[in-house]
Structure formats: C-alpha cells, structure tokens
C-alpha cells in the first residue's frame, strides 16, 4: 500500500495550513478559555469545502474521498482539536447520515446548506443514562398518522445549540430491539425541540456540546430518514465512518504535539546543549514518531477499505482505538518534554493534552472499541 500524500491531499494540506496559521491559531487560546464556539469560522471553512468534503459537487460538497478528508482533518486538528472535533461531527456523522441514508428531496434540501458550511449540523444519538446502551434509548417519537411525536433528551450533542440542523436517532418500538429506532431529520426551530444544557469541559472547549431536548416535537414524516425502525442500524453504519473520523482527529492533535516537541527541543537550552541532544529526550522523539506512523497507517488503511465501499467495522475500530490512545500518549509526553512550560498555557502542548483524552471517549469509548474488533475476530 502506499498512502502517500496525492496531489488532491498535497493541496488541501497546504491550503488548511495556510488558513489555519490565519484564522485558528491567534485566537485558539482565547476560544479555548472562555469556550467561544466560533461559528464564523466554520462558514469560512464551508468556503473552502472543507464542511462538505464527503459530499458530491452535485449536492454542493467538493466530492472527495476519504483520503482528503482525512488529511483536512488531520491538518485542522494539529492546529486546534476542538474545531478538528466540530468539522468530524458536521461531517461524518449528520451531513454523511443525510448522504448515505437520505432520499433525493431530501439530500437536496439540506445538503446544500451544509457542505457549503451554510449550516451547521448535529447528530443525537448519545442520552443521559443509554451511553454506549443505545438499544435501551428513552427518546420516544409515536406515530401520529402524518407525524410522529418526540419526547426525551439527547446529551453531548456536538452542535446542540447552534446547528441549523439535526439528525436524531428515536425509538419507534420496543426496547432492546435493533429494528425499533428510526432517524430523523430536525430543524432548528421546530416547536418542542430546544439546546439544554451547556456542557462545561475539560478539553475541547471551543467546540459546543449541549443536550437536546424533545418536548411533544412534532415532526414530519417526509423527515423520516430511510425506513422507519433501520435508525439503530444506520447509526452503526455511520459509527464505521465517524472512528476515522476520530482516529484523524487524533492523529491531528498527536502531529501537533509532536512537532511542538521536536521544535522546542531544538531550542531549550541545557548544560550547553539543546535537549534533543539528550538520550532522554530524543529516545522520547523517536517512539512518539514510531507510535504515530503506525496510528496513521492504520487510519488511512481503514480510509482505503471505506473509499472502497469494502466493510470496514474491524479497521476503522482499531484506527480509533489505537490512535486515540496515541493522541494521549503523545500530548502527555509534549508536556513533559516541554517540563514546566508545558503545564502553562503559554504553549500549546498542555491544550493537546486535554483535548487528546476526548478521542478515547467520543464515539465509543476504547473499551468499546475493543468489544467490536474482538466481536469481528470471533465471528
């Protein structure tokens, strides 16, 4: 295999680069400490593409494939993790359910405005006591004829507040039951949908998370996505992509805190020397480059069996479990390379590190992550 960077990927890393260095990294610190969601930004971003990367040009996305998409986000997330996070949610998780399990009236409508960052979207699937248990969901929609009708709570939603959109999974039957949850697309405004609670966080804190809250909401059913009770098994589906999505994310912050590293041990200075001059330290370098080479290929791996349209449950597990686990592993060696300064906020090494322990937690946690590869090992 060769995953080298092609000259679609070249491009998009140079053009998020040049961006990014203009209009992510002289506010990041002020977003992350008063937990400003900057959502200017990401019409900006929608300008470049980079909010419909997945989707096709017909539908107003640039029609790339996971390899770019990958790469953008692996190049967001090493200048901020939080809006890397925000750009995965709106892309791989409501923008892609719409793409892969919408109708044509419905693509049209909403995939527009998303890909060209018009709007932003959300996706609930998580609630207060489900977590990982989605089959047992307490978010109720009953059929009402022409209209179902919502009651629950979603929480963590990535977008809760300000996404124009959402895509919510319901339980339609009985629970427990993998065929009795269906997907539904909600606009922002509906009566009885409304943002709870914001969350306050230890990391990521640039990227809103809030609860959603559905009281008598009414929805259509032209809003039905795909076929009534197929809503748990379109979220796995969609789970398949949103590990890459992750396993890029992370990637993104161990790059960031890698490359911090190796610079600052150019320039620290001690007993004469620059500290990369220290077994110690570049003893430290060398496994940190070893550990996210392997993340990464692990990733764009998984990236290749989804371009593919081949199944991809196994792979891009151990892509998000592996490389989360890194972006951790990394971001808590930056701090200890950088010694003092990497526990102030005068450099960015402290941020990778609470924004890095997010990845072994969203989408399935790593334990999860190794329930599916061993399930898939032991068919």
Request: contains cysteine; neutral net charge.
């Amino acid at each position: 295999m060769n995953f080298d960077y092609n000259e679609n990927q070249r491009m998009i890393a140079d053009m998020v680069n040049n961006f990014a260095s203009r209009e992510i990294e002289p506010y990041r610190r002020e977003w992350d400490d008063q937990q400003i969601f900057p959502v200017e930004l990401f019409r900006k971003m929608g300008e470049l593409g980079l909010m419909g990367v997945l989707v096709p040009q017909e539908y107003g996305g640039s029609g790339f494939g996971y390899f770019e998409y990958v790469t953008a986000l692996i190049e967001v997330s090493k200048f901020d993790g939080a809006i890397g996070l925000s750009m995965a949610a709106h892309n791989s998780l409501c923008t892609n359910h719409i793409l892969m399990f919408g109708n044509e009236e419905q693509k049209k409508k909403y995939l527009p405005k998303l890909a060209t960052g018009e709007w932003l979207g959300a996706w609930g699937l998580t609630e207060p006591n489900t977590g990982s248990d989605a089959g047992n969901m307490k978010t109720v929609a009953r059929d009402m004829g022409d209209h179902y009708v919502l009651n629950g709570s979603k929480n963590f939603i990535t977008h809760g507040k300000s996404g124009n959109v959402a895509v919510v999974i319901a339980r339609t039957g009985e629970p427990g039951d993998s065929h009795a949850m269906t997907a539904f697309v909600i606009e922002k405004g509906t009566a009885g949908f409304s943002a709870g609670r914001k969350e306050d966080k230890l990391g990521m804190r640039a990227s809103e998370t809030t609860e959603l809250i559905f009281q008598d909401c009414k929805v259509p059913k032209e809003n039905v996505l795909g076929k009534v009770g197929d809503g748990f098994i379109q979220a796995l589906k969609i789970l398949d992509g949103g590990r890459i999505s992750i396993a890029a994310l992370s990637l993104g912050i161990a790059k960031g805190a890698l490359e911090s590293s190796i610079a600052y041990s150019k320039e620290r200075q001690q007993f004469g020397q620059p500290i990369s001059q220290f077994q110690g330290i570049a003893f430290k370098l060398a496994d940190m480059a070893t550990k996210l080479e392997a993340a990464t290929l692990l990733t764009f791996q998984a990236a290749a069996l989804k371009n593919n349209n081949k199944p991809v449950s196994k792979e891009s597990a151990m892509a998000k479990y592996y490389a989360s686990e890194v972006a951790v592993e990394l971001s808590t060696e930056a701090v200890q390379i950088f010694g003092g300064y990497g526990y102030t906020k005068d450099y960015p090494v402290e941020k990778h590190y609470r924004d890095s322990k997010l990845c072994t937690i969203g989408e399935g946690t790593s334990e999860i992550q190794k329930l599916v590869i061993s399930r898939q090992l032991l068919k």
